[in-house]
């Protein structure tokens, strides 16, 4: 049998525990839904179509929008404020 | 929840799991997005927000393999064999692609004595993926990418230094711009280690500048997440990511050098880490300040240029000749500085009509409403232009464009 050696493992796992259970809606009628725009080549006409969409097809009662500049993080005010007001966010991830 | 293109969907996804969103529906939609016509996004629109509505009203259950803060790094029986090493590197997706050495317990601990940290102290958490780099697993990186012990330090430094809020370390692991963390070592250490900075500084041929940079990438994978083709998002990569490290020819800088600039005590040692998108060589014979000057700041001026779009920090590798001229002409870093940054303007007019848009909304509130007549400067004051003096005999300076919303952090090495 060949010799063998250990290793040490280089790798780590992420350290943020689940924060909270996601928690679904029991449907959009009525519903506030916050949109996130990362900047992205046209999310911001994905977002403006799929409020319409949902305000038409759904019953959703109020869209609201926040556009990032660039890559800067959103800053805890919007946060706080999408968290108050909104049942569901909506955000763009990568291009 | 969030909306990715059908490309982004593993960013996606890593980023809600090392958010603690393991759950976090995703809607994906066609890639390539961005270039699509507005009556594409349409039709997009029309054929995803069923699904939108659905992933809303969904309640769905992932585990999230966490580890506890501080954790020891496991210990992993392999063939004692170099290439058998080297094919479970590949396998589990811990490799840059070059052999590596494998992190024996005896190797990481000849290495951790020289810190004075506890192997299980957090240095920080590596984004995207937030994963906790230890004191120990620092180590265990910069021994695979053959780094001698005493360079710990450094990499401590560093890592710290890579996940302060200003580099904005998501926006350099995760992009499509080939970004890379460029490390300048200031101080006596960097003597000490043999860093290069003469001739070839970001070349081959030292030990401590090709194993320094390369730990780093490495600690950006393994601890980070960045793994290419996964949440690394690179179109192109470049090499400067396989690794980026140099320090300052403080002997032949006629200024004060960059640890200086920026706070520190002459005799303390620093590392700066920078979000480097590569380098382009300016080969100039000019001998007068405003000549050369001039042809830095037209060289820097160019409509794809990122730095131009976010307001970036562009970095300047001036040859200690060239530092020279500007020197006996009585100019100060500072005034190298403010003379680029007044002369290095690009008319919006050439921008693509995209990167007008994108420039207009991300510099409104430092410019104001532009227009297509706009002449832009690269950068939204003087002094977020990076100078460092490095580099061997030669007309050649060097342009170091930013990726985009990245400012240098600077940590002294303890």
């Known amino acids: 049998m060949a010799a063998s050696m250990l290793v040490l493992d280089p790798a780590a796992r992420p350290s943020n525990a689940p924060v909270q259970a996601l928690r679904a809606l029991d449907g959009l009628a009525g519903k506030t839904v916050g949109f996130i725009d990362n900047a992205k080549l046209n999310f911001n006409h994905l977002v403006d179509d799929l409020g319409e969409l949902l305000v038409g097809k759904y019953g959703v009662a109020q869209v609201l929008k926040h556009r990032k500049t660039g890559q800067v993080p959103v800053g805890e005010a919007v946060l706080q404020d999408f968290a108050a007001r909104c049942d569901a966010v909506i955000t763009g991830s990568g291009d | ?414």
């Open chain 2, 1 to 414: 929840m969030t909306v990715c293109s059908a490309a982004f969907t593993g960013l996606g996804r890593g980023q809600a799991r090392a958010l603690g969103f393991p759950a976090l529906p995703i809607a994906v939609v066609p890639h390539p997005f961005g270039i699509r016509t507005r009556d594409e996004i349409r039709t997009i629109a029309a054929q995803c927000v069923d699904d939108v509505a659905r992933l809303l009203c969904e309640t769905v259950v992932a585990d999230a393999p966490t580890e506890a803060v501080g954790a020891r790094a496991a210990a992993i029986e392999v063939a004692d064999d170099l290439e058998a090493f080297n094919r479970l590197l590949l396998q589990r997706h811990w490799s840059d692609g070059l052999p590596a050495i494998p992190p024996t317990p005896e190797r990481v601990e000849r290495m951790l004595r020289h810190t004075h940290r506890a192997p299980d102290e957090v240095v920080a958490a590596i984004a995207p993926a937030f994963g906790v780099a230890t004191v120990e697993r620092i180590a265990i990186n910069a021994v695979m990418a053959g780094c001698y012990p005493e360079y710990l330090p450094v990499l401590i430094a560093a890592a710290e230094a890579i996940a302060a809020p200003d580099f904005n370390l998501r926006g350099i692991q995760a992009t499509t711009n080939p970004a890379a963390v460029w490390l300048i070592l200031n101080g006596p250490l960097a003597k000490q280690l043999d860093v290069n900075s003469g001739g070839n500084c970001l070349g081959p041929g030292a030990w401590a500048n090709a194993t320094l940079g390369r730990a780093m990438r490495l600690i950006q994978q393994n601890i980070g997440g960045a793994l290419a083709g996964d949440m690394d998002r690179a179109t192109q990569g470049q090499p400067g990511k396989y690794t980026f490290c140099c320090a300052e020819n403080e002997d032949a800088n006629p200024w004060e050098p960059l640890h200086v600039e920026r706070g520190f005590a002459r005799e303390v040692s620093t590392v700066t880490v920078v979000g480097a998108l590569g380098t382009w060589n300016m080969n100039t014979h000019a001998k007068d300040a405003a000549d050369l000057l001039r042809v830095i700041a037209d060289t820097m001026t160019f409509p794809a240029s990122s730095d131009f779009v976010y307001a970036g920090e562009p970095w300047l590798i001036l040859s200690p000749e060239h530092a020279h001229i500007l020197h006996r002409e009585g100019l100060s870093k500072a005034d190298v500085k403010r003379c680029l940054w007044e002369q290095a303007r690009l008319p919006a007019q050439r921008l693509s009509a995209k990167d007008f848009d994108r420039t207009r909304t991300g510099r409104r509130a430092e410019l104001g409403e532009i227009t297509r007549a706009a002449l832009l400067p690269i950068t939204s004051k003087p002094g977020h232009i990076g100078i460092l003096v490095a580099g061997g005999p030669g007309t050649h300076s060097v342009y170091v464009p930013m990726s985009g919303h990245v400012r240098s952090v600077t940590r002294q090495i303890i």
